[in-house]
């Protein structure tokens, strides 16, 4: 298993490496001058060259890969232009709050859509079922940041619930409640998007196992359909959403981005976002490398939960 999960690490590597020339050289496609940015519409053409050669932006698109690059290899992810902080330090402070929520949103996300898979599956065809599908397709066909204004409208504004946005009110202390309050539309709103898509892959998966020949082999012992279900069929169902779960991380992380900017959360979508309208170069890629890294490690944490799953499966 050990040396499954280093080759894999390791073949990653030019994955990333592939990731960040595409995002460095898409940065220098966009429109836009980082200096000009910083120094406003009126600033001379002197002051813009002289930032450009301060930021070293006045060097050839490779030579600025290539410095940039020797920086990552020490573990510095360079310095934000528009705050002048490290880009590091910037991350750490976002990466948790992106994390909560990915984290929790896919915990609640997984467990719904197994519950309702197998509740959908044992009444294939019935009213609840067929109901159940609609409220998934109108979900699954609403975009999140819609989604998330509409949160906000209905339980922030209209009936003020939760808080419209970000982690804490100003001159609040924070504490459990505080963040709790402030996480749950983002939240919410994530899980709902997820488990429309996913419980539609359980129902599917409970499906095509209960008409297994081990599973009619189970029946015929006389075993209680309870027992069938949740001892024989509920484990090998599960594979195709950890499937899905490796394909779709990336896919939450995206919208994460998305809730974050709706919901004003200081997470890496909101960093991301921050940084793209400023040019912020060494920003942007940060935080695209990291969540390169994450969504090759929820890959990874994907094909490893198989071997959980099913005991058949070894990794060597």
Known sequence: MLKYVVRRIIESIPTLIG?????????????????LVMLGSHATQANIAALDHQLGLDKPVYVQYLLWAWQLLHGNLGTSFSTNQPVTQMVWQALPHT????????VLAYVIAIVQGIYQAKNKGSIADNTVTSVGYFLYSMPIYWLGNLFIIWFAIA???????????????????????????????????????????MRQSVIDTLVQDYIRTARAKGLSERVVLYRHAFRNSLLP?????????????????????????PGMGLLFWQAALHRDYPTVLGTTMIIGITVILGNLLADLLYAV????????
């Open 19 to 35: 990731i960040s020339i595409i995002t460095f050289i898409l940065m220098h496609l966009v429109p836009g001058n980082p200096a």
């Open 241 to 265: 959403l950890i499937t899905l779960f490796g394909f779709s991380f990336g896919g939450l992380l995206a919208g994460a981005l998305f809730t974050e900017q709706v919901f004003n959360y």
């Open 99 to 106: 994390l909560s929520i990915v984290g929790i949103s896919t």
């Open 159 to 201: 009936l003020p619930i939760f808080p419209p946005g970000g982690i804490s009110d100003p001159g609040q202390s924070m504490n459990f409640v505080v963040w709790f309050s402030h996480m749950s539309l983002p939240v919410i709103a994530l899980t709902l998007v997820t488990v429309a898509f996913w419980g539609r892959f």
């Open 309 to 316: 799953a099913d005991p058949r499966i070894r990794y060597n």
